[in-house]
């Protein structure tokens, strides 16, 4: 809201001190600002506001809320509306009345699902006090001499702590609205989804060519949904010794599942779940016919578990993998357009010495380029600029001329990949797998 749509409502407020509704929108514009000091103060100026409607008070408890006053929002939060009962968990949880937060915000989902919110579910589970489950003695934890695969799981699959959002990707807004309407949402509102008997977690496949951000993508999405992301090296499950294999894969996802919410990645997919008739090792058939098991969850739960594979040769995985339950959601990674390589070469230069650099124009001449090509760009005008550097004894910031003269010296990598994916779309598209791949050339005039 601008300044002078909220000035024009704070007049209309001063007209009508007892229009709560009216009260309630330019609190939360405040709020929304982070302006707490201004909407306490214009709060503790406004009278009969116990009666107002559920909404309306549950904007008004925020306030108090925001302003580090719990108590008085619990008074405002009488009431067994969603709006209210969410509010009132919140302050309940920041009185450490924990259980009674719980119960509150229990109800709230159960009768509202949408106000889901599990930043707050988390905040009040963590703060309550553990139970004591000894009974009968101390439990004793049993390690078998055969856990090798999940001690090896343990020391190799470190949990990635850095955190990366779709605000952090360049481009790719429509897949990026994809993975949110079938991914994320599931992971932020499960209650609703289970509702509609819709399962949280699953698999989904990103293919395209290389360099295009799939990995980047799966990370992000991990993000986004608050999950553990947990990146699979193809060398954390392939092993020399009949089992082994299988064993860790098996491990890999016991891990995921004891983490959950969780997001197994696979990239390079292929090499573990590449088409069974093309092989001559029985144990690459029986590797894929355990991921197919584990990804089933036919004596496991995997609720809460997303696996998320990437592969440049779709046409490489083996058909089981497609059907409903497993990889059953297919996104096309195409190269970046002009909009998004600008925005990647904003983001890569922002982060490097430059000065009078024009991103855009650079963008338009870099068609077909993917995102890894843009960094190549963006590393050999580095180089440039270091050589600048040492020879003027001084830094030398990157600059248009550098990127230029880059971009004479690159080559998109993304065309002999579009080639071969053109044929399969053209000659092998089962099920319109490959549509959005001759939807992607037809666009770009590459058919």
Not at 209 to 218: D, E
Not at 410 to 423: D, F, G, M, V
Request: charge should be negative; charged fraction near 25%.
């Amino acid at each position: 809201m601008d300044d002078a749509t909220l000035a024009n409502l704070e007049a209309a407020l001063e007209a009508t001190p007892g229009n709560t509704k009216l009260l309630s929108v330019v609190l939360r514009a405040l709020l929304e600002r982070g302006d707490v000091d201004a909407a306490r103060a214009r709060l503790g100026e406004a009278q009969d506001i116990a009666s107002a409607a559920a909404e309306e008070r549950a904007v008004f408890a925020r306030v108090w809320i925001q302003a580090a006053e719990p108590e008085r929002a619990l008074a405002l939060s009488g009431g067994e509306e969603p709006a209210v009962l969410v509010v009132r968990a919140d302050a309940l949880s920041r009185l450490e009345r924990y259980e009674e937060a719980l119960e509150a915000y229990q109800r709230a989902v159960e009768k509202n699902p949408t106000l889901e919110d599990p930043e707050l579910l988390a905040r009040i589970q963590a703060a309550r006090p553990q139970k004591a489950r000894r009974i009968g003695g101390p439990q004793l934890r049993v390690v078998a001499n055969d856990d090798t695969a999940a001690l090896e799981v343990t020391r190799w699959l470190v949990p990635e702590t850095q955190r990366v959002t779709f605000a952090d990707v360049g481009g790719l807004d429509h897949v990026k609205d994809q993975v949110n309407k079938r991914i994320i949402l599931p992971f932020s509102k499960p209650s609703l989804f289970q509702r509609f008997k819709k399962r949280v977690g699953g698999g989904i496949l990103l293919y395209g060519p290389p360099g295009c951000g799939k990995t980047l993508l799966a990370r992000a999405t991990a993000g986004e949904c608050n999950a553990t992301f947990f990146n699979v090296a193809i060398s954390d499950v392939l092993d020399m010794y009949i089992g082994e294999s299988e064993r860790k894969l098996n491990a890999l996802f016991e891990k995921a599942r004891s983490s959950a919410p969780a997001v197994l990645f696979f990239d390079e997919l292929e090499a573990l779940a590449g088409k069974r008739q093309y092989t001559r090792e029985a144990t690459s058939s029986k590797l894929v016919s355990q991921f197919l098991s584990e990804m089933d969850g036919f004596t496991r739960n995997n609720h809460g578990v997303l696996v998320i594979g990437a592969t440049n040769v779709p046409w490489a995985i083996d058909p089981a993998f497609q059907r409903p339950g497993r990889f059953d959601r297919v996104l096309f990674v195409p190269p970046p357009d002009r909009a998004a390589r600008a925005s990647i070469l904003e983001r890569l230069l922002e982060k490097r010495p430059s000065e009078k650099c024009n991103p855009s124009a650079i963008a338009e001449r870099t068609a077909g380029f993917s995102g890894a090509d843009l960094e190549n760009i963006v590393e050999l005008a580095s180089d440039a600029a270091i050589e600048a550097s040492l020879a003027e004894g001084r830094e030398v910031p990157i600059e248009q001329a550098h990127l230029q003269r880059a971009l004479s010296e690159a080559r998109p990598t993304t065309s002999e990949w579009l080639t071969t994916a053109k044929n399969y779309a053209r000659y092998a598209n089962q099920g319109g797998l490959y549509d959005d791949v001759l939807n992607f050339l037809k666009t770009h005039a590459r058919a």
